[in-house]
């Protein structure tokens, strides 16, 4: 009934770009905190970055200046503008949802807690 696709990833040189996008789709009626997380090859997930549903940002030191988290939630989308790659930015990129209101079937009104998209690589040349 709800879903978060990423989108943007891809294969990218050291110093370049990419936006991932995380669309959000369903009945849906409001999105909390949306969040991007990493998970490098045999590393733990980590917050990469976060917005809240007020538009306050926050970031993990690595990516701090190079990183830009955004939100539009006309489209419930958010978005992650990565500038400045390096290989270490190599990884899974995930976005998540603290908490989602829905609609379901029955016209009900639901909440998705904790919610992931499946992922997209990002993989960064040197």
């Known amino acids: 009934q709800v879903q978060l696709v990423e989108s943007g990833g891809g294969l990218v040189q050291a110093g370049g770009s990419l936006r991932l996008s995380c669309a959000a789709s369903?009945?849906?009626?409001?999105?909390?905190?949306m969040a991007w997380y990493r998970q490098g090859l045999g590393k733990q997930r980590e917050l990469v970055a976060a917005?809240?549903?007020?538009?306050?940002?926050n970031y993990a030191d690595s990516v701090k200046g190079r990183f830009t988290i955004s939100r539009d939630d006309a489209k419930k989308t958010a978005y992650l503008q990565m500038d400045s790659l390096k290989p270490e930015d190599t990884a899974v990129y995930y976005c998540n949802a603290d908490w989602i209101l829905f609609r379901d079937q029955d016209m009900g009104t639901k909440k998705a807690v904790d919610y992931w998209g499946q992922g997209t690589q990002v993989t960064v040349s040197s």
């Open positions: 917005i809240t549903s007020g538009g306050s940002t």
């Open positions: 369903g009945s849906i009626l409001s999105i909390n905190t």
